[in-house]
């Protein structure tokens, strides 16, 4: 990478996306940390990567607020002429399980608002610069409840189904001017997201006969960001220890 290759990773202070935000650090790119309200944890990602000898800053905001992340966009841009976020991770997400006769209407909008409204209040205003200057990798966290729908999860497998469609449609509008528009949908990954679940249960459900670690998704985001990845777009790549979906 001759220029700086700047990667704004939403929920990067926890998880998936604190791994994402590491891994593409090592790779060269300049990070932008999102993230809703740990200032802490986002601090800790922060000098994780400085301290080796990374590049990273922190710009939080709440993925399902247009105005805010608008304003948060604007701002980065303003203080960085010139440049220019040529990739995008939309990895924040959470989870709101309930079966669906008992989960209230706002435990269905907050899952949707974050994943899927989310996409596009962050990937919506970087588009034109990615379409102007001919390179950009957007890449979704979906989910395999995403793919194969999870009881308890209407509201989460919905948001992740959306994010999924959405992620092909794009990647056909974006496709000439080289930006590609990637899915990946883990399993059961270990994080705070799933650490309430009981995973000597769970694992006997995986092939692999283990849960997967944060910064296994994170090469492979990494990969999917790389020049490498040019020809791979509108895909769905899962990464689960060969749950069959
Ligand atoms: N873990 C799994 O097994 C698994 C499986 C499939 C898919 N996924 C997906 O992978 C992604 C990351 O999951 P994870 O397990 O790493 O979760 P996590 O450990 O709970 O971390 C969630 C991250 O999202 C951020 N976030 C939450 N709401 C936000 C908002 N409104 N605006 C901005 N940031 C927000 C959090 O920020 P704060 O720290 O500020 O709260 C945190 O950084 C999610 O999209 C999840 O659905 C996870």
Redesign the pocket.
Known sequence: MNETRYALI??????????IALKLAAQGFSVII??????E??RKTLDDITANGGKAELL??????NKATAAAIESWQAHHEGEYISVVV??????KDNLMMWMPEEEWHRVL???LD?FFNVTQPLLTSMLVKKWGRIVN??????IKGMPGQAN?SA??GGLIAATKALAQEVAKKRVTVNA????????????D?NEAELKRLIPAGR??E?EE?AELVAFLVSDAAAYITGEVISI?GGIYT
């Open positions: 939403t929920g990067a202070s926890r998880g998936i996306g604190r791994a999102n993230y809703a309200s740990n200032e944890a986002a939080p905001f709440d993925v399902s607020d939309n990895n924040a997400g959470i989870r608002r974050i994943s989310g966290i979906a989910s395999l409840s995403g989460y948001a992740k990946v949908a883990p399993g059961f990954i270990k994080s705070d997201m799933t650490a679940l849960f997967g944060a998704v689960n």
